[in-house]
C-alpha cells in the first residue's frame, strides 16, 4: 500500500511535467509573469493585479508552441492593494502593496488609445469595463519567489526540466553502461580486465566529483548537465550487466543456439539481451534517483541550468538566502520536499 502511495506520486509528477504549460497558474516562459512587490509572498496569498496592455503586439502562438514554451502576456501586471477611480477625471488611482502611497494612471494607458476613444464619454461604462477586463484576483497556492512568481507554477516546470535532464541522462549513462558491461561479460579476457579497470577508476572517485568536474570544463547549460551526468553514472549498470551477461552465458539455452550455429551478435541481441530487462529496469530507477538529485546539487552550485529557466534545484539555490529569515520558509521547503518525495518514491518503487 505504501509503495502504491509512492508510485501514484511519480504518475502525477510525471503527468504534470508533461502537461507543463497546460496547467501552470502563469503560462508565461518560465513562469515569469513577475512583479517585486508580491516577491516573498506567503502561500494561499491572494492578489489584486491591474493589467495593462503592451505597446508592442504579442504574438498569439499556436497549441503546440504553447505546449512546449508557454505565451507571453500582451500585459504588464501591477499588483495594488486597492484602487478607485476619480470622480470626473478619465484617471485612476492605484495603492501599491510596497507602502510608498498611491499613483495616478491615466485611464486611456490602461485600456488602450482605440478602448479609450470608443468609450471616452461615459466614463462610468469605461470604469467597468477596467474593472471587468483589466483588474483580476491572484491566488498564489504555495506563495511567491525572490522575484514574485507563483511557486507552484516554477515546481510544475522544474519538474519538466529535472526529470527531462535525469531520463536523458540515464539513457545515456544506460547505453554505455550496456554495452561496456555486455563486452567485459560476453568476451571475458583482456577486454573484461580494461573495461574493470575503467570501471574502477570511475569508482574510486565519487560521481559528484565527476560531474562538477565536467560541468566545470565544459559549461553551462542543460546539454552540458545531461551530460556530465550520463558519462558518471554508468559504472554501476556496467558492472550489473557484466555479472548478468556471465551467468545467462553459461545457461543450457545459449549452448543449444551455438549448437544450432547462431553467431555471437544473434545469442547476444536475441538470447541474452532480452533476459537483461529486469536488471536494466532496476538499474535505470536506481541512476533515475541519483541523476536528479546530481541536478539539483548542479543547480544549487550554477553549473546546471540557468535563470530563467526552471529546475527544482535552481529554486532552492535561488532560496538559499532566506533560509533563515522569518515566515520565508515556503521558498526552499516545496522544493526540497518534491525533490527528497520524488527520489524517495523512485528508491522504494524500484524494489
Not at 491591474?50 to 505546449?67: D, G
Not at 554501476?236 to 544450432?260: C, D, H, S, Y
Amino acid at each position: 500500500m505504501k509503495t502504491n502511495i509512492f508510485f501514484y506520486w511519480l504518475c502525477f509528477v510525471v503527468i504534470c511535467s508533461v502537461l507543463g504549460y497546460l496547467i501552470c497558474p502563469d503560462s508565461t516562459p518560465n513562469a515569469n509573469d513577475r512583479h517585486s512587490n508580491i516577491a516573498r509572498f506567503p502561500p494561499f496569498s491572494q492578489v489584486n493585479i491591474l493589467k495593462i496592455p503592451l505597446q508592442k503586439k504579442v504574438k498569439k502562438v499556436s497549441f503546440f508552441e504553447f505546449w512546449l514554451f508557454g505565451q507571453a502576456s500582451s500585459y504588464q501586471i501591477m499588483p495594488h492593494a486597492k484602487q478607485f477611480f476619480s470622480g470626473k477625471k478619465a484617471e485612476m488611482y492605484v495603492y501599491l502593496y510596497d507602502e510608498t502611497g498611491y499613483i495616478t494612471l491615466d485611464l486611456a494607458r490602461i485600456v488602450g488609445k482605440e478602448v479609450f476613444e470608443a468609450k471616452k464619454y461615459n466614463l462610468v461604462e469605461l470604469q467597468n469595463y477596467i474593472l471587468d477586463k483589466h483588474i483580476e484576483t491572484r491566488f498564489y497556492l504555495l506563495g511567491t519567489d525572490k522575484s514574485g512568481r507563483d511557486i507552484l507554477s516554477l515546481l510544475i516546470l522544474g519538474a519538466r526540466i529535472s526529470l527531462g535532464i535525469g531520463f536523458m541522462s540515464v539513457l545515456l549513462a544506460t547505453t554505455i553502461g550496456v554495452f561496456l558491461g555486455a563486452l567485459a561479460g560476453f568476451w571475458r579476457g583482456w577486454v573484461d580486465n580494461l573495461v574493470m579497470g575503467i570501471v574502477s577508476v570511475f569508482w574510486s572517485i565519487p560521481s559528484i566529483l565527476w560531474v562538477v568536474m565536467l560541468s566545470t570544463l565544459l559549461g553551462k547549460g542543460v546539454g552540458v548537465a545531461i551530460l556530465a551526468i550520463g558519462l558518471t553514472s554508468w559504472v554501476e549498470t556496467a558492472r550489473l550487466v557484466r555479472g548478468e551477461v556471465q551467468k545467462i552465458k553459461n545457461m543450457p539455452f545459449i549452448e543449444v543456439a551455438r549448437t544450432l550455429g547462431a553467431n555471437n551478435w544473434r545469442i547476444f541481441w536475441v538470447h541474452i539481451f532480452p533476459n537483461l530487462r529486469n536488471v536494466l529496469g532496476v538499474a535505470m530507477v536506481a541512476n533515475l534517483a541519483s541523476a536528479i538529485l546530481m541536478e539539483a546539487g548542479l543547480s544549487f552550485l550554477g553549473l546546471s541550468v540557468q535563470s530563467p529557466v526552471v529546475s527544482w534545484g535552481l529554486l532552492i539555490s535561488e532560496s538559499y538566502p532566506f533560509i533563515t529569515e522569518k515566515g520565508k520558509w515556503f521558498m526552499w521547503f516545496f522544493p526540497a520536499g518534491v525533490i527528497a518525495v520524488t527520489v524517495l518514491s523512485f528508491n522504494l518503487v524500484k524494489k
